[in-house]
């Protein structure tokens, strides 16, 4: 089988990470090709270097060109694959339509965020996420959606609801695991003592990822006396972003505050810390970032945004977005408890929740169980 990936771009984000786990756990005889409408970013090389064959439209940001849709349709009569798969909503629309245009019905869509935001959402995605609703009856042969929550968002906005299948995202446990040496290696060199409390978030700088409300958080937990350190990792989480750094030093954390910046050892970061904190405001759809943190032992801390809570389930706390009261007095309760229990038995139970319900293997078993279904479907109506 050959599938042929559309997908936005490549940069460091959830669903590209996805995509690489799941072509780089496919077993030999599905042949993968990936198609970034942008450039290569940071996924592009590294698909590249596992021998997949990376293509880019370079569509400028923001924008569709003449140039780059026909690129794409030589694209895809070149390939002939079995299935497209199309990630996000742009991908979706304009991957799906150029698909059908050149006579692919096996196209397989894929819904990687809750729901809109009239406020936050960009324009071009409440236009292709509405488009896509209309078209969901034509274009694609089915729906993946990476969580419940986004599966009934997006049915109650007009998508097709007998074509939806939703596929947890999967981690590699192998390379997400409790490390004492990766902990006590990064801990040494941003100065944190092993008695002393680190608490962390990785995610990129963006309205959605709702800093702000974890600076007042923390800002509310220094001033009830709590002792502790935070590490902010992530694109744009650095001391060059002015916007951030002035609101850490407006809420007087400039001595607990660690800015490290985007790190390519995500489980060495998710490893060093006591508590991962999730302070999301809206579009969070499988927060990658939750799994990856408890799949290392780390209990978290989630705000109820997307399938956040599904994935923590009874393992760790949940509070309200955008409720820096409520976030603060929880982030004190689970301080609470880690001192009492500690933290390696609150990170067996959030490791035992990742191995029982999110595994890399049962992700790609059932996206290829799809794809097969889809083709063969197709191939019994011709």
Partial sequence: MRVLHVIADLPQGGAESVLYRLILSSPTDIEHVVVSMMGASYFG??????????????????????????????????????????????ADLIGGLVARWVGIQSVVWGIRASGLDSEQSSFSARVSARACALLSRWIPAAIVCCSERAAVAHQAMGYCEEKFTVIPNGYDLSQFTPDTETRQRLRKEWYIQPDQILLGMVARWDPQKDHNNLLRALALLKAHGAIFRCALVGAGVNWDNTILVRNVRRQELTDQIILAGPRDDIPSVMNALDLHILSSAYGEAFPNVVAEAMACGTPCLVTDVGDAALIVGTSGWIVPPQDAPALAQEIQAALAVLVAEGRRLLGQNSRMRIEENFSLEKMVETYHGLWRTVVAKIRKGR
């Fill in 45 to 90: 090389p590294k698909l590249s270097a596992a021998g997949v064959k990376v293509h880019t439209l370079e569509n400028p940001r923001g924008r569709l060109t003449i140039r780059g849709v026909l690129k794409l349709r030589q694209l895809i009569v070149d390939t002939r694959p079995d299935v497209v798969q199309t990630w996000m909503y742009h």
